[in-house]
């Protein structure tokens, strides 16, 4: 008799089940990502404040950034940086030296989990090179502002380790702790604002 193959999927509140191993843009919802990231602290809850700095938080936070550094860029592409962590409602947010002791099969799962959610949205299932490049640099902006303001580090040691260029230090940014459920009320406005124009547009394939 053949084994049983072990539960991989998770029910969500919206009643959808997400298959871990196999998930389809059929399974996911917003508003499952929405509610999963403002309930999913950053930096494993080592951070100063009443409440959690969340990943939705940091979500809101980055494509901010990215629409600062890139004036112009099309909403498709501030949606994709709404997204860049739309995979922790369901995996968590792992910190990277977790990240680095569980190998690739984390970042397959991680990887699957983000083509469908693109697919979900109208977004490309891999996107631009180039585009991820510019989310992966607001991301950094991001991480060193909550790594000196709520998260411990000193200056010193969170420009090492996350390094920025001068042109992208931006000095009105600042960290915003809520709770959850207006966190989450603020992602999907955001969300909703930046699907009509992408929808518009439909996909691009250069950034």
């Known amino acids: 008799m053949a084994a049983r193959r072990p539960r991989a999927w998770q029910r969500m509140l919206s009643g959808r089940r997400l298959d871990l191993l196999d998930p389809t843009p059929l399974d996911i919802e917003i508003g499952d990502i929405a509610h999963g990231l403002a309930f999913v602290a950053r930096w494993n809850g080592q951070t100063r404040g009443d409440w959690p700095y969340s990943v939705a938080e940091h ?14 860029i099309d ?8 997204l860049h962590d739309a995979p922790e409602y369901v995996i968590g947010d792992m910190i990277s030296p977790v990240k680095a ?5 984390y ?3 991680d990887d699957r989990l983000a083509s469908a959610i693109h697919r979900r949205f109208g977004l490309p299932s891999t996107l631009p090179l180039a585009i991820k490049r510019k989310i992966k640099a607001a991301d950094r902006v991001s991480a060193r502002l909550e790594a000196i303001t709520i998260a411990g ?12 260029p001068q042109s992208h230090l931006l000095p009105d940014l600042v960290i915003d702790l809520r709770p959850p459920a207006e966190v989450r009320d603020s992602f999907l406005r955001r969300f909703d604002l930046l699907m009509g124009p992408a929808e518009q547009s439909g996909p691009q394939q250069q950034p």
């Open 101 to 105: 002791a569980l190998g690739q099969e």
């Open 107 to 109: 970042g397959a799962m």
């Open 75 to 82: 909403p498709q592409w501030r949606l994709a940086a709404l």
């Open 153 to 164: 580090f000193d200056e010193a040691e969170a420009c090492r380790l996350f390094p920025v």
């Open 59 to 72: 979500s809101l936070l980055v494509e901010d950034i990215l629409t600062r550094l890139n004036p112009g």
